[in-house]
């Protein structure tokens, strides 16, 4: 439960370390420049290793709260998943509130942040909350490290009232293979007191490409070549 003015942290690392086989810190040779570019008009900041593109920090009104997507390994490679934005073939075409990493909860004072997207009804928009982008507070790029502050509200998704201010700092780092984000934010009450009730969903999520699954034998819909979803439930055992 947050008071008035309260607050509470939260920090967590992501560590993105896939390397071809065979592969050491030693054999790695790359530009480790760390560079972030902030794109008014496209509303996001671009993460870019070197020349290569790292993760963007997204903040578009089309989305219910900023997400890091996509995120790439030091080769290229999708750790997140395209769909909704950019669905590739063999996907699963399910919660289209899972998007890129994001930090939400599932109960916040009755309303339920986690699983806010473009498919909820506008009838049932009472019943959910959303993560809103206010201001990009300070931002750094380095040699191996790079740094980007941003500020953003919790608010009621159909009145907008503020219930938190986030305030968040992402940490991007590179060394050899390596791709590390370190999230700490720090969440204050406006207002009135603020509960967080004990709730399933959240709240740090990561969604990630099909390669990096679980595997299942559930049957589950799937994006096909065209990038919609297919209609039919296949089983998904095997990559």
């Known amino acids: 439960m947050f008071k008035t003015y309260d ?7 992501l560590l993105v370390a896939l390397c071809s086989a065979g592969c050491s810190e030693t054999e ?15 509303q996001y900041v671009e993460v870019r290793i070197g020349q290569e593109l790292f993760t963007r920090y997204l903040y578009s009104s089309e ?6 997507y996509p995120i790439l390994t030091h080769n290229g490679n999708p750790v997140t998943r395209g769909y909704p934005i950019d669905p590739r073939p063999g996907e699963r075409a399910d919660h289209p509130h899972h998007v890129g990493l994001w930090l939400n909860y599932g109960d916040v004072n009755g309303l339920d942040f986690w699983n806010n997207s473009d498919q909820i009804p506008p009838s049932e928009k009472e019943q959910y909350g959303r993560v809103v982008h206010r201001s990009v507070d300070k931002i750094e790029s380095g040699d191996n490290q790079g740094r980007l ?12 009232t503020p219930l938190l201010k986030e305030e968040t700092t992402f940490i991007f780092r590179s060394s050899a293979n390596k ?3 370190d999230r700490i934010t720090t969440l204050q009450a406006l207002g009135d007191t603020v509960s ?3 709730n399933k969903e959240g709240m740090l999520g990561l969604r990630v490409a099909r390669e990096l699954e679980h595997p299942s034998d559930e049957p589950a ?3 096909d070549a065209s990038g919609q ?3 039919r439930r296949r089983s998904i055992m095997k990559a």
């Open 7 to 13: 607050i509470v942290k939260y920090s967590a690392i």
């Open 28 to 42: 790695q040779k790359e530009d480790t420049l760390i560079k972030l570019n902030h794109n008014t008009e496209e």
């Open 63 to 68: 989305f219910k709260k900023p997400v890091l």
């Open 149 to 160: 502050e941003v500020t953003a509200e919790w608010v009621n998704a159909a009145e907008g």
């Open 179 to 181: 791709r590390i984000v």
């Open 196 to 198: 967080l009730h004990d």
């Open 221 to 223: 819909l799937l994006i």
């Open 229 to 231: 979803s297919s209609g």
